[in-house]
């Protein structure tokens, strides 16, 4: 059977229950086509803002596509994002309410982790726990599951912790997979999934 599950934890009514406008941050490392599609969505929203995009990648497509949608790109480095909190302490001054990895590769650090628990989120291209972890990323993910001969995929929605990919999963959502299926094609159909289901899930996360 395909799977559907939409999980929602009984706890998020009081982890996210703010009385001002909903602010997220979104975490991104490449092109930024799901920063894009969720700009795009909550563009008109009055409750939701995407207040900044937070890059580790000099040079990603997602910086253009932030700068398009009037977003604050901030840049990040390897040793201040280890090593020090003033990435986690602006963000606690933004009154950051969701934390959105979207294409994001280097592992979440723990006093980020501490400061915002269970309201950062990520989206693995993926039916977890199958195919997850450290350097199962875009076309590496695809590659892995048409080799293995995989029936479905799909992708996976979940809260982030200290490993990848092992977080607690908020929603899944699976296809059955062509019989002449190529990285390419699925890559495709994983994309449309993300574009469709990601916003959704955003604000059910922040309106609930």
């Not at 599950?5 to 982890?15: A, Q």
């Not at 009385?19 to 941050?25: P, S």
């Not at 972890?133 to 590659?143: A, D, I, Q, T």
Request: glycine share 6%; charged share 20%.
């Amino acid at each position: 059977m395909i799977a559907n599950l939409f999980f929602i934890s009984n706890n998020l009514p009081d982890m996210l229950t703010f009385a001002h406008m909903k602010r997220m941050v979104i975490f991104a490392s490449g092109s930024g086509t799901n920063m894009e599609r969720i700009a795009s969505v909550f563009a008109s929203d009055s409750e939701i803002e995407i207040t900044l995009v937070v890059c580790n990648k000099p040079g990603a497509g997602v910086i253009a596509r932030a700068e398009k949608a009037g977003i604050p790109v901030r840049m990040i480095d390897r040793a201040s994002f280890y090593e020090t909190d003033k990435l986690t302490q602006e963000l606690l001054s933004l009154k950051t309410d969701l934390i959105v990895l979207a294409g994001f590769l280097w592992l979440v650090p723990h006093h980020l982790l501490s400061a915002f628990p269970d309201r950062i989120i990520n989206i693995h291209p993926a039916l977890l726990p199958k195919y997850g972890g450290k350097g199962m990323y875009g076309e590496k993910v695809h590659e892995a599951v048409v080799s293995a001969g995989e029936k479905e995929s799909g992708i996976t929605i979940h809260f982030v912790n200290e490993h990848y990919d092992s977080g607690d999963i908020i929603f899944q959502k699976a296809f059955k997979l062509h019989p002449d299926e190529t990285p390419a094609t699925l890559a495709q159909r994983i994309h449309t999934l993300e574009y469709e289901h990601f916003p959704k899930v955003i604000e059910q996360l922040l309106k609930s």
